[in-house]
T-cell receptor
Framework: QKEVEQDPGPLSVPEGAIVSLNCTYS??????FMWYRQYSRKGPELLMY????GNKEDGRFTAQVDKSSKYISLFIRDSQPSDSATYLC??????????FGKGNQVVVIP | DVKVTQSSRYLVKRTGEKVFLECVQD?????MFWYRQDPGLGLRLIYF???????EKGDIPEGYSVSREKKERFSLILESASTNQTSMYLC?????????????FGEGSRLTVL
């Protein structure tokens, strides 16, 4: 079983819709959970991180962690064309050695 | 503005050639990483380093080696390039002691091996 599972299917939504992305993981010892955003022909950049279970909100972005289910989610409200990117979940396995999901390509259609 | 610079954005090499991918960071970070990114496979860790002259194997080190002679520079070496090493290579750095998982990535080096 892989450490992090993220269904890599692409996602197209109309502008203004809510985007919902999720990942599952296998190691219950993980404590730090990240979402990275990667624009085309660029390196990934950290979007949000969450410690342990709970929600974290940053503007239109909300990250949720459910440690009991080993499940993390990212929600993008009022999606904009500028949100079109690949979103990767990641978990810190220790000293910033990260295990990444495969990523979801999101396209927001004006 | 913090920066991780990968000197070559696009390279085309022939099978059997030795390939050097260079990465330099200006943030005085101890930790540096090399990943490769392939469609449908995500980011996979090749090698990492927590200090000068120190290196650790990641998840897919076969066919690669690394060099870290200076803190700011981490080089990935393909001793004899093969077609299955055609990929996007991403270098990253981070500060130790922070568990937030914030890696700073370069823009990537797209390598094609013919």
């Amino acid at each position: 079983q892989k450490e992090v599972e993220q269904d890599p299917g692409p996602l197209s939504v109309p502008e203004g819709a809510i985007v919902s992305l999720n990942c599952t993981y296998s190691n219950s010892a993980f404590q730090y959970f990240m979402w990275y955003r990667q624009y085309s022909r660029k390196g990934p950049e950290l979007l949000m991180y969450t410690y342990s279970s709970g929600n974290k909100e940053d503007g239109r972005f909300t990250a949720q962690v459910d440690k009991s289910s080993k499940y993390i989610s990212l929600f993008i409200r009022d999606s904009q064309p500028s949100d079109s990117a690949t979103y990767l979940c990641a978990m810190n396995t220790g000293n910033n050695r990260l295990a990444f999901g495969k990523g979801n390509q999101v396209v927001v259609i004006p | 503005d913090v920066k991780v610079t990968q000197s070559s954005r696009y390279l085309v090499k022939r099978t059997g050639e030795k390939v050097f991918l260079e990465c330099v960071q200006d943030m005085d970070h101890e930790n540096m990483f090399w990943y490769r990114q392939d469609p449908g496979l995500g980011l996979r860790l090749i090698y990492f380093s927590y200090d000068v002259k120190m290196k650790e194997k990641g998840d897919i080190p076969e066919g690669y080696s690394v060099s870290r002679e200076k803190k700011e520079r981490f080089s990935l070496i393909l001793e004899s390039a093969s077609t299955n090493q055609t990929s996007m290579y991403l270098c990253a750095s981070s500060s130790p002691g922070l568990n937030t998982g914030e890696l700073f990535f370069g823009e990537g080096s797209r390598l094609t091996v013919l």
